[in-house]
């Protein structure tokens, strides 16, 4: 499996955002997928995550303002992100696993402008 994250980039408090992270190879064994983010001198943490059967949860410092969605046709999911907040800069990470590993796209950088 082999992910590839697009969509970061500069943008002003208030703003949105729409990351997409399009997923190749033997995607049909994976387990759910989810987005992560990384900002300066702070360790990874979860964002949201979408299920298998499409069930969906994020971290309460998103909730409200941010929609992860998959669309299986394309092998792709998406992190929507609306009313961003400059702590919400950060390298904003994609990631699925099966039972042999798991699989992190290559990272796409949001920077939110105060």
């Known amino acids: 499996v082999q992910l590839q994250a697009s969509g970061g980039g500069l943008v002003q408090a208030g703003g949105s955002l729409r990351l997409a992270c399009a997923a190749s190879?033997?995607?049909?064994?994976?387990?759910?997928d989810h987005w992560y983010r990384q900002a300066p001198g702070k360790y990874r943490e979860l964002v949201a995550t979408i299920s298998r059967g499409g069930g969906t949860n994020y971290a309460d410092s998103v909730k409200g303002r941010f929609t992860i969605s998959r669309d299986n046709a394309k092998n792709t999911v998406y992190l929507a992100m609306n009313s961003l907040k400059p702590e919400d800069t950060a390298v904003y990470y994609c990631h699925t696993a099966d039972r042999y590993r798991d699989y992190w796209g290559q990272g796409t950088l949001v920077t939110v402008s105060s």
């Open positions: 190879g033997s995607t049909f064994s994976t387990y759910a």
